[in-house]
């Protein structure tokens, strides 16, 4: 089996259970409710410089992908309004469920859940296998070295350090969806954060519950509240695979120390995996731009406000003469007026 490496993040670390509630669109309180506003799936709407590469070894037997993402991670928390650590912490997110759409079929969809118990609450994200994404964090109110001290000495529930990674304890599932004329059961995996290191997570989730032997890498650094740099790889042992060639990889793979550090040198895709595959020799399958994408509309609002039934539809009327509908996946607001209330609750009641 390949080793856990690297996606240090050790600055901070966390707690919590979730309880959120709103009209928002995109929210769940159960870990994989289908969502409202259903991606499909759309080509990347801008490009930039963030970008995947996929090789493979001549052999057929070790997968690879390298992830360049400054732009995307930036632009993700440009549009959330991020702290630093959400910044990092929605940048593993988006790359990590990017590594796994990358495996994915072309009518597939990824939606990564990551339940934590540290100042991220919780992380939702999809990714398609056509190089987009797009996602959110829920950061903790109050960061937890606040409240920390007031615990009491016996009463501590988890471990600040380098013993548990920054999003400390809970669960982490991916939900694979076909859509399209392939549309079938869904596939979802879920396994507890073992060391709260999301890189180390997914390799224990892709042992577990893929059976495939991988090893993970993330990294977003930051400087100034800027991103330097966020990077990401995933290899992956197939069929034929001997003892020794994995051996190797995951040699080159430990050379590489600090895979932060690595990127703000290069973060170049096929220079890291150069640098991972070495003497095994390997073909380059894919080079794919990768973006932000967020297909909620007027329409998806509209149905989603259907869903809440009249009665609420009539207090939002009542109350606040409209309703004022937040994306929580690219923070776009929707105003929905009076009339068009009034239009839902007339069709709702026609329907019914
Ligand atoms: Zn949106």
């Known amino acids: 089996m390949l080793a856990y490496p690297l996606g240090k993040r050790q600055e901070v670390a966390f707690l919590g259970s979730l309880v959120r509630r709103t009209c928002a669109i995109g929210q769940h309180n159960s870990a994989h409710s289908p969502h409202p506003l259903t991606p499909t799936c759309a080509m990347p709407s801008s490009m930039g410089t963030s970008k995947w590469i996929k090789c493979i070894s001549t052999q057929g037997n070790i997968r690879g992908v390298a992830i360049e993402a400054k732009d995307l991670v930036q632009q993700a928390a440009d549009q959330h309004g991020l702290s630093e650590a959400g910044t990092r912490a929605l940048g593993e997110a988006l790359m990590g469920a990017l590594l796994i759409a990358s495996n994915c079929k072309d009518q597939e969809r990824v939606n990564l859940n990551i339940r934590g118990s540290g100042n991220i609450l919780q992380a939702l994200v999809d990714a398609h296998p056509n190089g987009t994404t797009r996602g959110y964090v829920i950061e903790r109110e109050r960061p937890l070295e606040e409240f920390a001290p007031d615990l009491p000495e016996d009463g501590v529930v988890f471990e600040i350090g380098p013993k548990i990674g920054p999003w400390g304890e809970g669960l982490l599932s991916v939900l694979r969806t076909k859509s399209g004329h392939e549309k079938g059961q869904p596939y979802i995996g879920t396994v507890p954060l073992v060391t709260g290191h999301l890189a180390k997570d997914l390799t224990f989730y892709w042992a577990q519950s893929e059976q495939i032997p ?20 995933l290899v992956q042992a197939l069929p034929g695979a001997t003892p020794s060639e994995i051996q190797m990889i995951e040699s080159h793979i ?10 703000v040198e290069n973060s170049d895709p096929i220079q890291i995996l150069s640098q991972i595959f070495q003497s095994t020799a390997f073909v380059m399958l894919e080079e794919r731009p990768l973006s932000l994408h967020c297909d909620c509309s007027w329409d998806r609002v509209k149905r989603a406000l259907t869903l809440v039934g009249v009665a609420e539809l009539q207090s939002m009327l009542a109350e606040d003469k409209g309703a004022s509908v937040l994306c929580d996946f690219c923070s776009k607001k929707y105003e929905v007026s ?10 709702a009641k026609g329907e019914s």
């Open 214 to 233: 991988s090893s993970v890498g993330l990294a977003v650094e930051m400087k100034d509240g800027r991103v330097l740099a966020a990077g990401a790889f």
């Open 254 to 263: 430990q050379e590489i120390h600090s895979l932060s550090r690595r990127i």
């Open 338 to 347: 009076a009339e068009e209330i009034t239009a839902l609750i007339s069709r």
